[in-house]
């Protein structure tokens, strides 16, 4: 196990910038995911973490040795692939100890730790398979387990579950997190899905555009957003948001341009007449209240423990979660409270969390 350090990691492609000076710190046994959209730059900084890209400019240590300029196989790291990268004429046995044959180990030892980690994942009854005879759940098992025979001091993962179905990948999650606390490992684990980066890992780092949104602990992002990406990026569904101008800071409420009225509770200092982005989650709106907003219902979807509703409010499209069971249809008109203490406030021009 060991820590990891990226410092200032920049990466071109010609004259093409990808990533823009990426600093982070990764503590020794800590899960560390790498989200954000299609082409942010997660999976190029993992590739060069793992000696697969070049790197332009900066430093990346494991364990405090500077790796920039060595290869892949003396970083003493392991990578599980998205498309698992088995060899199908291997057995799941020979597929699990081959990085340690032809690191030149003796039989005993590769048995002894592949017998472990086949033990750790379940994979005992399935080691004289092929990978052709292996569902994609046990697939990503033998690669996970190739990795673990290494004992690496870093685990890489890059969109290890995207190839399941939605049901496999939620068992998955849940596998790769108890391997995690069992192993007490280094993981740095990229994928575009916030559901996976929320409920795995200790750590988030939020790309986009090749650029560090914010880095914290998932709960952190998700009640503290530093602007309106990460906002409206971490969060299932996502934060709705409001363009509007504060009322009276003394008495605030948001003034939308359609002419409907958000009172609130509090107010960034010095936001009276001053135009904002108001963000509020789906779960912080609730059915009625005195001071309501009206609303227009225009999509009703159940999911069975909650149903999403999205509605109109001054022509803008909102999601309101209801936990509750309710009788709702398209064109109802409802009335809508928001849990104001829980909004957030973001400058319009800047899309920087504000403070209130």
């Not at 799941?92 to 048995?111: H, T, Y």
């Amino acid at each position: 196990m060991s820590g990891l350090s990226i410092r200032n990691v920049k990466k071109s492609f010609g004259t093409v910038d990808i990533i823009h000076g990426v600093d982070v710190e990764i503590a020794d046994g800590e899960f560390t995911i790498l989200v954000g959209p299609s082409g942010c730059g997660k999976s190029t900084l993992l590739r060069m973490i793992a000696g697969l890209e070049d790197i332009t400019a900066g430093q990346i240590s494991i364990d405090g040795r500077v790796v920039n300029n060595l290869q892949p196989k003396d970083r003493d790291i392991a990578m599980v692939f998205q498309n698992y990268a088995l060899y199908p004429q291997m057995t799941v046995s020979q597929n699990m100890g081959f990085a340690l044959e032809l690191a030149g180990a003796k039989r005993p030892e590769i048995d002894k730790k592949v017998g472990e980690a086949a033990a750790i994942l379940g994979l005992q009854p399935l080691l004289d398979r092929k990978p052709a005879q292996l569902s994609g759940g046990q697939r990503q098992r033998v690669a996970m387990g190739r990795a673990i025979v290494r004992d690496p001091k870093v685990f890489l993962f890059d969109e290890p579950l995207s190839n399941l179905d939605a049901k496999l990948r939620v068992k998955m999650r849940a596998e790769i997190k108890a391997l995690h606390q069992r192993l007490k490992t280094t993981i740095v684990y990229v994928t575009h899905d916030q559901i996976e980066a929320m409920t795995m890992a200790d750590k988030i780092v939020v790309l986009h555009g090749g650029r560090v949104e914010q880095i914290g602990s998932p709960l952190e992002l998700y009640d503290r957003p530093r602007n309106i990406f990460v906002a409206g990026f971490l969060g299932s569904p996502a934060m709705n948001f409001l363009e509007g101008t504060i009322e009276d800071a003394g008495n605030p409420a948001l003034s939308l341009p359609g002419g409907s009225r958000v009172p609130l509770s509090r107010a960034p200092v010095n936001s009276a007449n001053r135009p904002m982005t108001l963000g509020i989650r789906p779960e912080d709106i609730s059915f009625g209240g005195e001071n309501g907003v009206d609303a227009v219902v225009k999509v009703v979807e159940p999911t069975g423990s909650e149903t999403h509703v999205a509605v109109d409010l001054d022509g803008r499209e909102l999601t309101w979660v209801v936990r509750e069971r309710v009788e709702l249809a398209p064109e109802q008109q409802v009335k809508l409270s928001f849990e104001t203490s829980k909004v957030h406030f973001f400058d319009r021009q800047t899309q920087q969390r504000l403070n209130a």
